[in-house]
C-alpha cells in the first residue's frame, strides 16, 4: 500500500468506530468442512451449490436411516472438533485482521457458537490468526446452544458500530434490535436469492465469497 493510499484507508477507518466480526461464513470457512464430513459419512458429492438454504445438511442427513435425529446430527457435526479446529478461512479474511492488528484498530470476533466449542474455536484461531487475544473472542459461557441472541447483546454492550455478517437473519436482528449498528454482509451464494436492501446494510458489488471485498465495500461507504 502506497502512502496517500494507507492514510486514506486510515481516515475511513477512524470513522468506522468499532468493529465486529462474525465467525463463521465471515472469518472461518467452516461450511467448506462440514461439506466434507457430511460427505464422507453419506458417500456423497455436495458442492456449495447445493446448499440452498438454512439447515440444508439436515434434509440431506434425512436420507441416512442410520441417522435417529437428522437436526441434531447436523449442527453437532457443524460443531465438531474436525470441522472447527481444521476449518478453512474465508478468503481475504487474513489479510483484513492482520491489517487491523497492524493499524491497532479496535475489533473483535462475536459468535453465536456454542460454549462447548471454546476450545476448538481458540485453538483455530492460535493457529491462523495467532495474534488475536481471546479477550477478542465473544462467545457463550453456558449454553450449548446456538444462541443469536447473544451476538445482538455483545455489539450493543461492547458498543459496536460496524459488524460483519453473514447470516441475513442474524443482520436483520441486528439492524432492528440496535440504533445505530451498521452491518456489512459477506456475500454466499447459497443466501444471494434472499438478500433484502436496508439503509444500515452494506453489500458488496461482486457476489465473490470474501472479507476482503466486503470490507472495500465498507471502506467506500466511509470514505
Ligand atoms: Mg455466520
Not at 32 to 51: E, F, G, S
Request: proline share 5%; glycine share 2%.
Amino acid at each position: 500500500m502506497n502512502k496517500e493510499r494507507s492514510s486514506s484507508v486510515e481516515l475511513a477507518l477512524s470513522k468506522m468506530g468499532n468493529i465486529s466480526f462474525d465467525i463463521d461464513g465471515v472469518i472461518v470457512y467452516s461450511v467448506m468442512d462440514a461439506l466434507d464430513v457430511v460427505n464422507k459419512r453419506l458417500k456423497t458429492k455436495y458442492q456449495l451449490k447445493d446448499i440452498k438454504k438454512p439447515f440444508q445438511m439436515t434434509e440431506w442427513l434425512k436420507q441416512d436411516p442410520k441417522v435417529e435425529d437428522p437436526r441434531k446430527e447436523d449442527i453437532e457435526l457443524w460443531n465438531s472438533w474436525r470441522v472447527l479446529s481444521k476449518a478453512r478461512m474465508i478468503p481475504g479474511a487474513y489479510m483484513v485482521c492482520k491489517m487491523l492488528h497492524n493499524l491497532d484498530h479496535p475489533h473483535l470476533f462475536i459468535t453465536s457458537r456454542p460454549a462447548q466449542t471454546r476450545p476448538s474455536t481458540y485453538h483455530w484461531f492460535h493457529k491462523n490468526l495467532p495474534w488475536v487475544t481471546t479477550d477478542q473472542i465473544k462467545m457463550q459461557n453456558n449454553g450449548n446452544e446456538i444462541n443469536p441472541d447473544f451476538k445482538v447483546n455483545q455489539i450493543i454492550e461492547n458498543s459496536i458500530d460496524l459488524h460483519f455478517e453473514d447470516s441475513l437473519e442474524h443482520a436483520a436482528q441486528i439492524i432492528n434490535e440496535t440504533e445505530k449498528t451498521r452491518v456489512v454482509l459477506i456475500r454466499h451464494e447459497f443466501t444471494l436469492a434472499r438478500e433484502k436492501p436496508h439503509p444500515r446494510l452494506i453489500i458488496p458489488d461482486t457476489k465473490e465469497t470474501s472479507l476482503f471485498l466486503s470490507f472495500q465495500k465498507a471502506l467506500e461507504a466511509y470514505r
